[in-house]
């Protein structure tokens, strides 16, 4: 156990301790709280005195004056909270009295009347305030949204049995008639909607055709009429609100030139082939064939009869040397 100012004697005996909030004093310890007496020697002294009478009411209760009453100004104000905004107001103002309590505990190092142990303690206790007076603002209604609610709660039943609502109205002295009082435009109302015609110019695609052409040879194409696209004026009118188109609708169309079809002609014709030229027939052989005589080039392949009575044929061994021919048998 430890006779530290500023942390309660847990455990011990009721006796004088040196005070936790004033430096240099013993302040009396009933066993469960201060008690607030106090006197200027600081030793410790568990054999308990004898307390006059004027201490024996917070020693009964077991609570320091200060912590009395900050608990009950804390719980006044945390009721007032409650009543003004339910459970969020509970949070805010819980928050609040958390706020101002840390700040005190960590600028003063006093216990304050939450009777916290340490500055540690103050810095916990600053961040829950600080998550409650969030959340609290984040629950808490809207003055519109409160304003809503108050116009449905005042809905009545008529004599038929459906719902009428009368909204919320103040009273206000006025010199000026009722039926003649200027009444609140809606936002949405106070737009400008105008109408406008407008012509627009469209462009007609033209169509394009292919026909064959037996004059042109097969794989060609030719452009024949070149197509042209064509015009229409077309009519709308429009709506703008506040000067912004919002809708359209086509009135007319007026068709100034229709569109010209392009036509392209496809090449059919195919050119017949032509018959083969026959080879040229060879020279006629001489009437008597001499053996191993030239023969004209013209003659090669034809064949005679030799005086001998056997045939020769001209070039039969090929051409010789000089590249001529000869009758060989």
């Known amino acids: 156990m430890s006779d530290e100012i500023g942390l309660p004697p847990t455990g011990r005996a009721p006796g004088w301790y040196p005070s936790p909030d004033k430096a240099g004093y013993g302040e009396y310890w009933s066993g469960s709280a201060w008690t607030g007496i106090v006197r200027s020697d600081v030793r410790s002294e568990p054999d308990a ?4 009478a004027a201490a024996a009411a917070p020693k009964t209760l ?9 608990i009950v100004a804390g719980g006044i104000w945390l ?6 905004s339910g459970f969020p107001g509970l949070l805010m103002g819980g928050g609040t009295l958390a706020l101002f309590t840390a700040v005190y505990v960590l600028i003063t190092g006093r216990r304050s009347w939450l ?17 409650a007076s969030f959340v609290g603002g984040g629950l808490a209604p809207k003055t519109g949204q409160s304003d809503a609610r108050s116009f449905a709660d005042k809905s009545q039943i008529n004599s038929n049995g459906s719902p009428t609502t009368t909204p919320p ?5 006025s010199s000026t008639p009722a039926a003649s009082r200027p009444q609140p435009v809606p936002d949405a109302q106070k737009r400008i909607v105008t109408t406008k015609d ?3 110019v469209q462009d007609v695609p033209f169509a394009k ?4 052409n037996p004059n042109l040879a097969a794989g060609t194409n030719q452009i024949t009429t070149a197509g042209v696209a064509g015009k229409n004026n077309l009519t709308y009118r429009l709506v703008l609100t506040d000067g912004v188109e919002t809708s359209r609708t086509l009135l007319k169309t007026l068709v100034i030139s ?11 014709y195919v050119a017949p082939v032509a018959a083969p030229v026959p080879a040229p027939a060879p020279a006629p052989a001489p009437a008597t064939i001499t053996p191993g005589a030239f023969c004209a080039d013209a003659a090669v392949g034809a064949s005679g009869l030799g005086a001998n009575g056997r045939t020769y044929v001209c070039g039969s061994k090929g051409a010789d040397a000089k590249g001529h021919y000869h009758w060989n048998s």
């Open 49 to 52: 005195p004898t307390v006059p």
């Open 209 to 212: 055709t292919l026909v064959s």
């Open 198 to 200: 407008v012509v627009e």
């Open 258 to 268: 229709p569109p010209v079809a392009e036509v392209t002609s496809q090449g059919t």
């Open 169 to 173: 109205q103040t009273a206000k002295p």
């Open 115 to 131: 009777l916290l142990p340490s500055r540690k303690a103050g810095t916990l206790l600053l961040t829950a305030g600080l998550i």
């Open 62 to 70: 077991g609570l320091h004056p200060s912590t009395l009453l900050g």
């Open 79 to 84: 009721f007032v909270s409650v009543l003004s």
